[in-house]
């Protein structure tokens, strides 16, 4: 009897002891103090330890319910900027998408456009374009990196030496053929150099709208605007562009014909932009099939707001055509999908994985309409994220 009173208690023992474990492993970090939440919310926005006394404002903000004013300030020290924001950036300059680049007038005017809160639907249009008055800093050059290369090697204050200029009065575009990033230096050193301009076209989609070509797939449209370098019969066989080569064509190339006018001279290290003059790339391999599109000049429809791809969100305000690079920039931006993809970038980005359950898409959709509201400010969109998943 008294053996068994002695295993009746070891098992009670041992069910409060499960019990127990099981209750600290489900503890979500979510119910940690506020001085915790403070550090990890530090940690994701600035990658470093906060000071003691920066801990203690964000965890009394925390505590009076201001999370947001905690992570704006998270967000004022300098490595938000020159290690977060950097690294968040630099793989959408270079066909290799790699982290491992020097820093560049990309990458840095995003981070401006970032630090200054402007509307981030004008990434792909804005004639903006920021350099830094730190001192001894060579001057911008449209034909080399070594501004910013500097600033990479000399680990300059991005957030307090940038400043806002145009890319008109600086690499010798009119500003009506400015379209933001997608005609910085960089961008055109990496994706407007040899080819035909198609890989600018793919490689925005991929940064901007979060999307490949194989993605995109559609066989529904009409085939009318794809170039002659085009085969319809690759290796003799035309179902192979049937079923594969239009349903990427049909639709990238009406739009990639924003880009007719600009090419990047390897040899000068400039981007060239041809007013009125198609550049030759454009052009080649015209007797792959000399029925197909000749590009006469930069106008761009947008096939894709019909078919599988107008799940894209297109504007309806806007008219799905137009002229250059700089309205076609405004068609992608205006998208829903513009919007969701920089989201889930961020989330990724402050959470360390995707969206992965029915809460994370949840969340998504609500920091995703607080950008959209609140006119695409992408600072709010790092704080909504990284409080969200500074408990998770």
């Known amino acids: 009897m008294k053996q068994d009173r002695h295993l009746d208690l070891a098992r009670r023992i041992a069910t ?9 492993q489900a503890v979500s970090p979510a119910y940690a103090g506020p001085r915790e939440q403070a550090r990890r919310l530090h940690d994701r926005l600035a990658g470093v330890p906060p000071t003691d006394a920066v801990l203690t404002q964000m965890a009394n903000d925390i505590s009076m319910g201001q999370a947001t004013v905690a992570a704006q300030l998270a967000m004022s020290n300098k490595n938000f900027y020159n290690v977060t924001l950097k690294n968040f950036v630099a793989p959408w300059t270079n066909v290799e998408r790699t982290v491992f680049v020097p820093l560049n007038d990309y990458t840095a005017t995003v981070i401006g456009m970032v630090r200054d809160d402007m509307d981030f639907s004008t990434v792909l249009s804005a004639d903006t374009l920021y350099v830094s008055n730190a001192p001894g800093a060579p001057a911008y050059s449209p034909g080399n990196n070594d501004h910013y290369q500097y600033l990479d090697d000399n680990n300059v204050d991005l957030q307090a030496t940038l400043q806002p200029t145009t890319q008109s009065s600086l ?3 009119p500003s009506s053929a400015t379209a933001g990033v997608m005609t910085t230096r960089a961008s055109a050193a990496a994706f407007f150099v040899a080819g ?5 076209f793919r490689f925005t989609l991929i940064n901007h709208l979060c999307r490949d070509m194989e993605q995109m797939q559609d066989s529904s449209l009409p085939p ?3 170039r002659q370098d085009v085969s319809r019969s690759p290796g003799g066989d035309s179902r192979v562009f049937l079923n594969n080569c239009i349903t990427c064509h049909d639709g990238m190339d009406p739009l ?3 880009f007719a006018y600009y090419d990047f001279d390897a040899t000068s290290g400039r981007e060239l932009y041809t007013a009125g003059a198609v550049q030759p790339k454009y052009l080649i391999n015209s007797d792959n099939f000399k029925t197909g599109y000749v590009t006469t000049d930069d106008h761009w429809n947008n096939y894709w707001r019909k078919g599988a791809n107008q799940v894209l969100g297109f504007d309806g305000a806007l008219m799905g055509s137009g002229t250059g690079a700089k309205s076609m ?5 205006h998208s829903d999908a513009f919007a969701q993809c920089q989201v889930e970038k961020v989330f990724r980005a402050m959470c360390f994985r995707d969206p992965g359950n029915a809460q994370d898409r949840q969340a998504v959709s609500t920091i995703k309409g607080n950008f959209k509201n609140g006119g695409y400010k992408m600072k709010q969109v790092f704080a909504d994220a990284a409080i969200y998943c500074m408990g998770n």
Not at 196 to 200: F, K
């Open 16 to 24: 409060l002891a499960t019990a127990a474990l099981l209750a600290m």
């Open 171 to 173: 690499l010798g575009i």
């Open 224 to 226: 009318d605007r794809i």
């Open 256 to 258: 990639a014909q924003a």
């Open 196 to 200: 035909t301009n198609r890989r600018m």
């Open 329 to 333: 920039g405004q068609e992608l931006a």
